[in-house]
């Protein structure tokens, strides 16, 4: 249980494109969602949680406006970087919990921006 | 607010050596703890949890026991491999912040033959 599927895993892109990043939770309902950032050989530091149906709820320093998060339903959550700048490249792990204490990693996206 | 401190590497193992990876807490509620393993190029994998106090999370010949008098919650394994190489990242969660979870800062482990 508590399968969860990112989706690129890698990705390049120009600076100033968009780029879309979903999270999925394969075998369970994912009430929360949330979106970390890692930057190189750091910590992985929480950007974003969202819960299903409403707004997503940003840390301190996270811009919301660059950073999209949708959770529209109980199993698919979708962040993205828009505008993207080579400062945005990193790696992206998003995370869903459900009932019981389910708690899922996805394989994390690396993003690079040129 | 809740935290993590976890021993700075890198640290170098030769094989069949014993590891110790270092990992104090702090919390304001009653977290559960793991033990998370990113292999190069890959995302976290859950290596070991424990979720109450004196509880021992094992796998892969990893160990760790929840200390609450310590606050501590030490990663072992008594012959490491060279596969094992990786960086390790202590992590608590609580359901009084959410399930949201509190990283350490990782510490990665190179094992060579």
């Known amino acids: 249980g508590a399968v969860v599927s990112q989706h690129p895993s890698r990705v390049i892109c120009k600076s100033g494109t968009s780029v879309k990043i979903e999270c999925r939770s394969l075998?369970?309902?994912?009430?929360?969602m949330f979106w970390y950032r890692q930057f190189p050989k750091q910590s992985l530091m929480l950007m974003a949680t969202?819960?299903?149906?409403?707004?997503?709820?940003?840390e301190q320093g996270v811009e919301k406006d660059k950073f999209l998060i949708n959770h529209a339903s109980l199993t698919l959550s979708t962040l993205t970087v828009t505008s993207a700048h080579p400062e945005d490249s990193s790696f992206y792990i998003c995370?869903?919990?459900?009932?019981?204490?389910?708690?899922?990693f996805g394989a994390g996206t690396r993003l690079s921006v040129l | 607010g809740d935290s993590v401190t976890q021993m700075e590497g890198p640290v170098t193992l030769s094989e069949e050596a014993f590891l110790t990876i270092n990992c104090t807490y702090t919390?304001?509620?009653?977290?559960?703890l793991f033990w998370y393993v990113q292999y190069p190029g890959e995302g976290l994998q859950l290596l070991l949890k424990?979720?109450?106090?004196?509880d021992k999370g094992s796998n892969k010949g990893f160990e760790a026991t929840y200390r609450k008098e310590t606050t501590s919650f030490h990663l072992e394994k008594g012959s490491v491999q060279v596969s094992d190489s990786a960086v390790y990242f202590c992590?608590?969660?609580?359901?009084?912040?959410?399930?949201?979870?509190?990283f350490g800062t990782g510490t990665s482990l190179t094992v060579i033959p």
């Open positions: 995370s869903a919990t459900g009932g019981s204490g389910l708690v899922g």
């Open positions: 075998d369970f309902q994912a009430t929360t």
């Open positions: 969202s819960n299903e149906g409403s707004k997503a709820t940003y």
């Open positions: 919390a304001t509620g009653y977290p559960s």
């Open positions: 424990a979720t109450k106090a004196d």
């Open positions: 992590a608590l969660s609580a359901a009084n912040t959410g399930n949201q979870f509190y």
